[in-house]
């Protein structure tokens, strides 16, 4: 265990559905990412939090709504998703935003 | 920015080969490389990191070695096993504030028995 948990593990979805990823770190950690990782893709880096304010959006669709309470909670609200947002969902934590990075398990969403 | 290129995107070795990674990446100003290891059903795991300072790490059957002129880095596992199997992603850090580790496209490390 890397002390970064997600829930759910799995998801399915219809595209006018919401639905939410929660990522908690028990590490102390000050830095949250969230990662697409689509088959045959590289990782995507989507959002990062840092100190809980959002330091950097890679371009990523509104239908996409991060949300960082604190330095432990990392959410990811969705809503309106096409199925091509069908991919592997993680999220990971570091120290601040240049040091390692420790992922959790990833949520498998499918979008239909 | 950063860009890291990774190969080869496969890789299937017999068991206690050596198998080799290589990364490239663009930006100069880049001093921390970490590898990850991504086993099925599971998020990336941190199995070795080179800072730029040095050009050489290992760990048991685990190495990494830097090249900061020709701006690449490898890794490398010795007497392979089949557990080593799983996919396997290279990255570089920038250095920048507000900026987070750029990753490779991985690689896919079959080893058979």
């Known amino acids: 265990e890397t002390g970064v948990t997600q829930t759910p593990r799995h998801l399915v979805m219809g595209m006018t559905n919401k639905k939410s990823l929660k990522c908690e770190q028990h590490?102390?950690?000050?830095?949250m990412y969230w990662y697409k990782q689509s088959a045959k893709k590289p990782l995507e880096l989507m959002f990062v939090?840092?100190?809980?304010?959002?330091?950097e959006n890679n371009s990523v669709p509104s239908r996409f709504s991060p949300e960082c309470p604190n330095s432990s909670h990392l959410f990811l609200h969705l809503h309106t998703l096409q199925p091509e947002d069908s991919a592997l969902y993680l999220c990971?934590?570091?120290?601040?935003?240049?040091?390692?990075?420790?992922f959790g398990p990833g949520t498998r969403l499918l979008v239909l | 920015g950063e860009n890291v290129e990774q190969h080869p995107s496969t890789l299937s070795v017999q068991e206690g080969d050596s198998a080799v990674i290589k990364c490239t990446y663009s930006?100069?100003?880049?001093?921390?490389f970490p590898w990850y290891k991504q086993e099925l059903g599971k998020g990336p795991q941190l199995i070795i990191d080179?800072?730029?300072?040095?050009g050489e790490k290992k760990d048991q059957r685990i190495a990494v070695t830097l090249n900061k002129t020709a701006k690449h880095f490898s890794l490398h596992i010795t007497e392979t096993q089949p557990e080593d199997s799983a996919v396997y992603f290279c990255?570089?850090?920038?250095?920048?504030?507000?900026?987070?580790?750029?990753f490779g496209k991985g690689t896919t490390l079959s080893v058979s028995s």
């Open positions: 990971a934590s570091s120290q601040d935003q240049l040091e390692t990075q420790y």
């Open positions: 590490l102390g950690h000050n830095a």
């Open positions: 939090y840092n100190f809980k304010e959002q330091t």
């Open positions: 930006d100069s100003a880049s001093n921390y």
């Open positions: 080179i800072r730029s300072n040095v």
């Open positions: 990255a570089a850090s920038p250095n920048q504030a507000g900026t987070a580790l750029i």
